[in-house]
């Protein structure tokens, strides 16, 4: 991969911190709108390519997230290379927002896989460029809420565009990865009437799912899930859920989820769209989070930030709506 003749990328900054074991990787795809902002993956990759690869992709993404949210943001993310269970700590997080600060405001930085609000206080105590941060420290507390709220309200109007209908009420809708935004995913279907099957590799997580809302039907993998009859797929944990394999046996009439980045390869939208399933865009209908450390940026207001969120609903519709002017019946990507 060539940085500079293929990606178009303003910015990618290497982050190295010996003494704390830090290694990071920040990219900015665009401040055509203002400061890029994105979040903050933590994650074990098996190589640096990897993890590099994943930051570019990322990192364009948020661009078009943002810009469809109607934010003055451009797009930007950054990836901390390790295990988060065993390699996260204080010193390290804190050399991290000492890099981001030394971009002098072109990225703000918050939660993303691997990071939370406690994180983010750690970040902010080497750096103002961070949002996301906990109530307690002047923050918006956790942005998965209206990452949650937003994925609902596109997965409302890709359900309008199949069945007539902007609700989810009878529909049985199968969420893999039932962590930050899956949980609150559950409940804003539970009570508008959808049946719930959901999976997730986390132990943890499947025994708060359990605990909480004992009526969803758990499965034992993805595989199994893709493979339920589900109306709706809702891939809320890493991006590449949907490749050749999985579109060959998918279920679900409609794609939507809050997972990034969700297409294995630009061949996929063509697979889904053969096959007639509907995939409401990614970097749309999980904008929620963004909109609201977005807010945070300009003194957070909760109602302010789920109206913005709520507008998701009319985004998705018109991005579906345009479908055939464009010559895709079935799938958008940009």
């Not at 930051?55 to 661009?63: C, E, G, N, T, Y």
């Not at 941060?133 to 942005?143: F, K, N, P, Q």
């Not at 939507?256 to 063509?270: D, I, M, S, T, Y």
Request: with cysteine; glycine share 12%.
């Amino acid at each position: 991969m060539d940085v500079f003749t293929d990606t178009g990328h303003e910015q990618v900054v290497f982050c190295q911190d010996k003494l704390s074991g830090l290694k990071a990787i920040i990219a900015i795809y665009s401040t055509a709108l203002g400061p890029a902002l994105g979040g903050t993956r933590f994650h074990p990759y098996p190589t640096e390519a990897q993890a590099l690869h994943d930051v570019l992709d990322l990192s364009r993404a948020m661009a078009y997230k943002n810009a469809l949210a109607g934010l003055d943001h451009g797009g930007g993310k950054a990836v901390i290379w390790g295990d988060p269970a065993t390699d996260k700590s204080e010193p390290l997080l804190r050399a991290y927002g000492r890099f981001v600060a030394s971009l002098g405001g072109r990225y703000y930085t918050a939660c993303d896989v691997g990071t939370y609000v406690q994180d983010m206080d750690v970040v902010a105590r080497e750096c103002r460029y961070v949002t996301g941060r906990s109530e307690a420290h002047g923050g918006a507390g956790d942005s998965s809420v209206l990452t949650a709220w937003g994925v609902f309200q596109g997965m409302r109007a890709a359900a309008e565009q199949v069945w007539d209908r902007p609700s989810l009420s009878g529909r049985r809708v199968g969420i893999a990865g039932l962590g930050k935004v899956g949980k609150h995913l559950i409940g804003h279907l539970l009570e508008d009437g959808a049946h719930v099957v959901g999976t997730d590799v986390s132990e943890p997580a499947v025994s708060w799912v359990q605990e909480t809302y004992p009526q969803v039907d758990l499965v034992a993998d993805e595989a199994a899930l893709i493979r339920s009859d589900i109306d709706v797929y809702a891939p809320c944990a890493l991006g590449g859920a949907l490749d050749d394999d999985t579109v060959a046996v998918l279920r679900a009439k409609i794609v939507a989820g809050a997972a990034n980045n969700q297409l294995a390869h630009p061949g996929v939208e063509k697979l889904l769209e053969e096959r007639g399933i509907l995939y409401a865009p990614d970097y749309v209908v999980n904008a929620g989070g963004v909109i609201q450390v977005a807010d945070e940026i300009e003194g957070f207001d909760f109602a302010r930030a789920k109206q913005r969120a709520t507008g998701i609903y009319d985004t998705t519709r018109q991005i579906l709506a345009l479908a055939p002017e464009v010559g895709r019946l079935r799938t958008i990507r940009l």
